[in-house]
T-cell receptor, first 110, second 113 residues
């Protein structure tokens, strides 16, 4: 089955700096890659996603890149703000299944 | 106008008891899921239903039984609760799969004492 690895597990950045979270996957059949943000006491919320026929997607301060050949995808957050502090999960979708990374706890220091 | 709602939010119970968690979605989605999130935040799929039909049934003890009375509802019943069942349980729904995002509820924190 699919195996998704996510790094780093924790990340601290100064407010205004950029944050990058990286994921790798193993199954070349995976073709959809969402990113989720989970705040304390809440469920994961979709923040951005990318399909396998696209290399990059941007939404304001958030961008995702996908390298199908290398089987890795990354989340980039620019101009970080304290409200960006949360746990972030990457996921890979193959058929009916979503395979999640182990999460990155991001702390933005004011 | 909550999209995916699950009840209760907190559930504290003793070992050996039987409990249920309810989930409802008003997004018109065909597929619903149950995920378990452990203390290390790892999200593990338990079950998935598509139009009331079970399509994913991961290696989960038989004490866990999902029930989907219609495509807007997916409930989780747990028999003979054990300490190791303590976790946060998330319901989710999607249009697909494949290639459609999951929409999660806010979770049910189950504590077994």
């Amino acid at each position: 089955g699919e195996n998704v690895e996510q790094h780093p597990s924790t990340l601290s950045v100064q407010e205004g700096d950029s944050a990058v979270i990286k994921c790798t996957y193993s199954d070349s059949a995976s073709n959809y890659f969402p990113w989720y943000k989970q705040e304390l006491g809440k469920g994961p919320q979709l923040i951005i996603d990318i399909r396998s026929n696209v290399g990059e997607k941007k939404d304001q301060r958030i961008a995702v890149t996908l390298n199908k050949t290398a089987k890795h995808f990354s989340l980039h957050i620019t101009e970080t703000q304290p409200e960006d502090s949360a746990v972030y999960f990457c996921a890979a979708n193959t058929g009916n299944q979503f395979y999640f990374g182990t999460g990155t706890s991001l702390t933005v220091i004011p | 106008d909550t999209a995916v709602s699950q009840t209760p939010k907190y559930l504290v119970t003793q070992m050996g008891n039987d409990k249920s968690i309810k989930c409802e979605q008003n997004l018109g989605h065909d597929t619903m899921y149950w995920y378990k999130q452990d203390s290390k935040k790892f999200l593990k799929i338990m079950f998935s239903y598509n139009n009331k039909e079970l399509i994913i049934n991961e290696t989960v003890p038989n004490r866990f039984s999902p029930k989907s009375p219609d495509k807007a509802h997916l409930n989780l019943h747990i028999n003979s609760l054990e300490l190791g069942d303590s976790a946060v349980y998330f319901c989710a729904s999607s249009k697909g799969p494949p290639r459609s995002p999951l929409h999660f509820g806010n979770g049910t924190r189950l504590t077994v004492t």
